[in-house]
């Protein structure tokens, strides 16, 4: 027997009593009631793919889940678990007085030799950068072994905001060797560190990363719109050309409510 599948519901459109609210189209849903998968988890599946998609424009209203459960034919409790769950994830925000907001999708990054401008730019999240810093300074004992020079050598430090969708993301402190690129501060405001390179003819072979996380301070909160002490990612990495000559050392702190690494995991053989 053909299984029975409910007709698509259309999503809410925003409230328009809210000026300010992006409009966006009705969106479909499919949702299969026959499925082993809750069908709440279904819901907030395809209300993250529709954020992420730009489907739901960020400042959209969704509607309370009164009238998002009698449009889409579900309960209030699976409307409101659905909700919750992409509240958690950072995706969806609840102001009182207005509703149920989008805000800006995540950032998911691959763990590969990339440069963050390249892959904000990918992901359609319109990356920005404002230059903090730029200076030639003695090699601390850290930066000289990573670089391979001899410590108090000149190395050129660069420190910068990089935003997506105008709102802060990560701030990035690089130290490269002296003499290896000309760092113009209009260019270095204007694309990436890696994108800057290739152009110089420098061919990126891989890097050595470490990635952690802890609690922001009280001016690395300030800097990346974050309450102080919450949680950041932080990432390390040394870069190597294919001459196997160190091209840069990345210090590197990312909103976690913002930004997350993604990678994928095999199995040995």
């Given at each position: 027997m053909a299984k029975h599948r409910p007709p698509q519901h259309q999503a809410p459109q925003s409230d328009a009593s809210q000026p300010d609210a992006p409009r966006h189209r009705p969106l479909q849903f499919s949702l299969d009631r026959g499925s082993p998968v809750p069908l709440y988890y279904q819901l907030a599946q395809q209300l993250e793919a529709a954020i992420e998609?730009?489907?739901?424009?960020?400042?959209?209203?969704?509607?309370?889940?009164?009238?998002?459960?009698?449009?889409?034919?579900?309960?209030?409790?699976?409307?409101?678990?659905?909700?919750?769950?992409?509240?958690?994830?950072?995706?969806?925000?609840?102001?009182?007085?207005?509703?149920?907001?989008?805000?800006?999708?995540?950032?998911?990054?691959?763990?590969?030799?990339?440069?963050?401008?390249?892959?904000?730019?990918?992901?359609?999240?319109?990356?920005?950068?404002?230059?903090?810093?730029?200076?030639?300074?003695?090699?601390?004992?850290?930066?000289?072994?990573?670089?391979?020079?001899?410590?108090?050598?000149?190395?050129?430090?660069?420190?910068?905001?990089?935003?997506?969708?105008?709102?802060?993301?990560?701030?990035?402190?690089?130290?490269?060797?002296?003499?290896?690129?000309d760092l113009d501060g209009d260019v270095l405001a204007e694309t990436g560190l890696y994108r800057l390179m290739r152009s110089a003819g420098i061919t990126l072979h891989s890097a050595r990363q470490t990635i952690g996380a802890r609690a922001a301070t009280a001016e690395e909160a300030e800097r990346l719109a974050e309450p102080a002490g919450a949680p950041l990612l932080t990432m390390e990495r040394t870069t190597f050309d294919d001459t196997g000559r160190a091209v840069e050392l990345g210090s590197h702190l990312y909103r976690a409510s913002r930004y997350s690494f993604d990678f994928q995991l095999l199995a040995r053989p």
């Open positions: 998609q730009g489907g739901l424009a960020p400042g959209s209203l969704l509607g309370n889940e009164i009238d998002l459960a009698a449009r889409l034919g579900l309960s209030r409790p699976t409307v409101r678990q659905a909700i919750q769950s992409l509240v958690d994830k950072g995706l969806l925000v609840r102001r009182r007085g207005v509703g149920t907001q989008v805000v800006h999708s995540q950032v998911k990054r691959p763990l590969e030799l990339s440069s963050l401008y390249d892959d904000l730019e990918a992901a359609g999240q319109q990356p920005a950068t404002l230059l903090l810093g730029r200076a030639t300074e003695p090699a601390t004992a850290r930066v000289a072994a990573a670089l391979g020079v001899p410590e108090g050598a000149d190395v050129v430090r660069v420190e910068r905001l990089r935003l997506a969708h105008g709102e802060p993301v990560a701030h990035l402190c690089n130290h490269l060797p002296v003499g290896l690129l």
